[in-house]
């Protein structure tokens, strides 16, 4: 049992706690931004005119100009006239390079990249924890319902003859092999290890939580026999997945079938995710047999009678299917195409509520397929997908089923309600209003871009033996777009609310949690809420911007180590000590043309505080657009376009974002021996020791 957080409201009251113990953490490391990274993702540097006398920025009077050492002639000149410039880094994630910035004492710059990476990062970990814990036992005990409903249907039209028993039996096989695979071996927890001492309570609960791996138990529930004529075929089924190879003609599904298909799984984690990916599989690859069942007048009807106590009715299988369907919507485990859900809870319907569904014969439900109020529609019912082909042409489509979920667009609609660039006031920093207007049209771009795929998500890392020493914590800035902020937190709020619609989370906030389930629900609980939490303190903040109203020093120390904080959420997501960045680069088609996202810049920007101008550091996605793909057409994938920009020209920049990019800024010297180890040799693209 992982030791536990203490409550949300103690946040952000401990905030500066919270960043000082996360601030130890690191993670796999780049080179650094002072080397020029390979294939600088940068255009040509453009002529900059002669310095006006009167810039937006009297070098002389920013306070803290010193601690960057690296700064060039070009630099300098592109700060006293824009009063800010953009610099390539090979630093892979937006909370590194705020750590590394509290590593150093240099003032922070917190834009919206950070918080909507935090929201997306700890949305892949949800996933995983919900398909794993949560919406995996609920499709094992919906399928086991309909075995055994599909069973007592089965005795009861026993003398109806093998022509009408045929579609029933072909379907309590289907879902008894989708059973055995998700309770195959990997998908059961290991056997229980020596119980963990009792916790230290001067440990820092917050850097320990979520450490233990868990899984909660599949529900240990008996299994009955199946008939000869199920069991010959569940067993043939069996034996070709297991050996995932091959095109063989099988009985249950009644043509010839490409098993290879199979090995997309093993691109899941080994164990219960693998598990669950091969039952979908095989519940996608099942759907051509049962809709031909369905339509099939002898024994369609009676399929049709089990399909509707899988959606309506009294009885468990109803629940239970429900439930199950529910959270892997929740999971992005969806498939558009004939659900044949809704032409059983037709059927139910025509007949009236207090009327009895046909027990073999009557109607086809071809003609319950044609009425107007059952049209296909994209739950996951016992036909997930579309009538695919028998090979396997559509591999690429399903193995993006399969993959990393897609945030719900709508909530992605949310985070995407951004102000329009013009409307975005400048806050603390000093700078040309020209220069100014292409940071926010970038953060706009940056979130269209982010929101367009699904997430990358980052890989736990060990804990760094180190100790880090206690820089300076100079007053920082944030982007003042308060409503980037909000949403992030509306967003994280939103998921657990519908987390607590779909039984996973109590109503009730869990604080003692019991056994793995609970354990479970409560680390989706405290990772979701400490985004909301994350979003509000920078809503908070920026809204401060704009109205040009102080800080607190509680608000100056939080954003002083928000990289700390950010990592500290990351990890707990991850139930490991620390994080490592993912690859956030790709590129999309749009209307002919190619655009996507880079490594990192470093915003280098110019801020007014109480004691002065500083010069402050923030990350932000390198954006491209309207660009022509240079290469083969059949070549465009996001590997080919890491190649691109990692190549010598890279792709240019946007025309109203290129003159902000300059070249690579050495990087400032490091604060205290236990700093230097903290950041060790590879130190995340960022720093050069």
């Known amino acids: 049992?992982?030791?536990?957080?203490?409550?949300?409201?103690?946040?952000?009251?401990?905030?500066?706690?919270?960043?000082?113990?996360?601030?130890?953490?690191?993670s796999a490391r780049g080179t650094a931004d002072g080397a020029a990274p390979r294939g600088a993702e940068v255009a040509a540097v453009p002529d900059v005119p002669a310095v006006p006398p009167a810039g937006v920025v009297r070098l002389a009077a920013v306070a803290n100009l010193g601690r960057y050492p690296g700064l060039e002639a070009d630099h300098r000149a592109r700060l006293e006239r824009d009063g800010l410039f953009l610099a390539p880094t090979s630093a892979r994630a937006a909370f590194l390079l705020y750590e590394r910035n509290e590593r150093v004492g240099l003032p922070n710059y917190v834009t919206p990249e950070l918080a909507?990476?935090?929201?997306?990062?700890?949305?892949?970990?949800?996933?995983?924890?919900?398909?794993a814990n949560h919406a995996?036992?609920?499709?094992?005990?919906?399928?086991?319902?309909?075995?055994?409903?599909?069973?007592?249907?089965?005795?009861?039209?026993?003398?109806?003859?093998?022509?009408?028993?045929?579609?029933?039996?072909?379907?309590?096989?289907?879902?008894?092999?989708?059973?055995?695979?998700?309770?195959?071996?990997?998908?059961?927890?290991?056997?229980?290890?020596?119980?963990?001492?009792?916790?230290?309570?001067?440990?820092?609960?917050?850097?320990?939580?979520?450490?233990?791996?868990?899984?909660?138990?599949?529900?240990?529930i008996p299994w009955p026999a199946l008939p000869p004529t199920c069991d010959a075929m569940f067993q043939e089924a069996v034996s070709r997945i297991r050996v995932a190879a091959g095109v063989f003609p099988i009985a249950l599904l009644n043509r010839e079938v490409d098993f290879?298909?199979?090995?997309?799984?093993?691109?899941?984690?080994?164990?219960?995710?693998?598990?669950?990916?091969?039952?979908?599989?095989?519940?996608?690859?099942?759907?051509?047999?049962?809709?031909?069942?369905?339509?099939?007048?002898?024994?369609?009807?009676?399929?049709?009678?089990?399909?509707?106590?899988?959606?309506?009715?009294?009885e468990p299988a109803a629940d239970l299917w429900n439930r199950a369907t529910r959270l892997l919507a929740f999971v992005g485990r969806t498939r558009p195409g004939l659900d044949p859900l809704a032409a059983a809870g037709a059927l139910r319907a025509s007949v009236g509520e207090e009327g009895a569904l046909p027990r073999t014969g009557g109607a086809s439900v071809r003609a319950v397929l044609?009425?107007?109020?059952?049209?296909?529609?994209?739950?996951?019912?016992?036909?997930?997908?579309?009538?695919?082909?028998?090979?396997?042409?559509?591999?690429?489509?399903?193995a993006q089923w399969l993959g990393p979920a897609m945030l719900d667009p709508d909530l992605a609609r949310r985070l995407d309600a951004f102000p329009t660039p013009d409307e975005i006031p400048r806050g603390r920093a000093r700078v040309r209003p020209e220069a100014w207007a292409a940071l926010p049209r970038t953060w706009v771009a940056e979130r269209d871009l982010v929101l367009s795929g699904a997430p990358s998500l980052p890989a736990p890392a060990p804990f760094p033996d180190c100790v880090p020493a206690g820089a300076e914590t100079p007053h920082g800035a944030v982007a003042p777009v308060p409503v980037a902020f909000r949403s992030v937190s509306d967003v994280a709020e939103t998921l657990a609310a519908e987390l607590r619609s779909l039984g996973v989370l109590p109503e009730r906030e869990l604080e003692t949690p019991v056994g793995p389930a609970q354990t479970s629900a409560y680390l989706l609980q405290e990772v979701l809420r400490s985004v909301a939490v994350?979003?509000?303190?920078?809503?908070?903040?920026?809204?401060?911007?704009?109205?040009?109203?102080?800080?607190?020093?509680?608000?100056?120390?939080?954003?002083?180590?928000?990289?700390?904080?950010?990592?500290?959420?990351?990890?707990?997501?991850?139930?490991?000590?620390?994080?490592?960045?993912?690859?956030?680069?790709?590129?999309r088609r749009r209307a002919g043309r190619v655009e996507g996202l880079g490594g990192l810049d470093v915003l280098y920007v110019v801020i007014d505080t109480p004691d002065g101008p500083v010069l402050a550091r923030g990350a932000?996605?390198?954006?491209?657009?309207?660009?022509?793909?240079?290469?083969?057409?059949?070549?465009?994938?996001?590997?080919?376009?890491?190649?691109?920009?990692?190549?010598?020209?890279?792709?240019?920049?946007?025309?109203?974002?290129?003159?902000?990019?300059?070249?690579?800024?050495?990087?400032?010297?490091?604060?205290?021996?236990?700093?230097?180890?903290?950041?060790?040799?590879?130190s995340g693209g960022d720093l050069e020791l």
């Open 534 to 587: 994350f979003g509000r303190a920078f809503a908070d903040l920026a809204a401060l911007e704009v109205a040009g109203e102080p800080w607190s020093d509680t608000q100056i120390v939080t954003v002083a180590g928000v990289g700390g904080w950010a990592e500290s959420i990351l990890a707990d997501a991850l139930h490991a000590e620390a994080a490592a960045p993912a690859d956030g680069r790709r590129a």
């Open 260 to 314: 290879s298909r199979f090995r997309l799984a093993d691109a899941a984690a080994e164990g219960r995710p693998r598990a669950l990916h091969r039952a979908l599989l095989w519940l996608e690859l099942s759907a051509p047999a049962t809709a031909a069942d369905l339509a099939d007048p002898v024994s369609g009807p009676l399929l049709v009678r089990l399909l509707a106590d899988a959606v309506a009715g009294d």
């Open 1 to 26: 049992m992982p030791t536990m957080r203490p409550a949300a409201s103690l946040v952000l009251p401990l905030a500066a706690l919270l960043v000082a113990g996360a601030a130890c953490r690191e």
């Open 136 to 220: 995996a036992p609920a499709l094992y005990r919906a399928l086991h319902a309909l075995v055994v409903r599909g069973l007592e249907l089965r005795r009861l039209t026993l003398g109806d003859g093998a022509d009408v028993l045929l579609g029933l039996d072909r379907t309590i096989a289907l879902l008894a092999v989708a059973a055995h695979l998700l309770g195959a071996e990997g998908a059961r927890p290991e056997p229980e290890a020596e119980p963990e001492p009792e916790a230290d309570p001067n440990d820092d609960v917050h850097a320990e939580a979520g450490r233990t791996e868990l899984l909660v138990p599949l529900p240990e």
């Open 370 to 398: 044609a009425l107007p109020d059952a049209p296909p529609r994209g739950m996951l019912g016992l036909v997930p997908g579309g009538l695919a082909a028998e090979r396997c042409p559509g591999c690429d489509d399903v």
């Open 620 to 682: 932000m996605r390198a954006v491209y657009g309207d660009l022509d793909w240079p290469f083969a057409a059949d070549t465009f994938g996001d590997e080919a376009w890491r190649t691109w920009i990692e190549a010598d020209p890279p792709p240019p920049r946007p025309a109203w974002l290129a003159p902000l990019v300059a070249a690579p800024v050495p990087p400032p010297p490091v604060v205290g021996e236990g700093n230097r180890r903290c950041l060790g040799p590879d």
């Open 116 to 131: 909507v990476d935090l929201l997306l990062a700890a949305w892949g970990a949800v996933v995983r924890e919900v398909e």
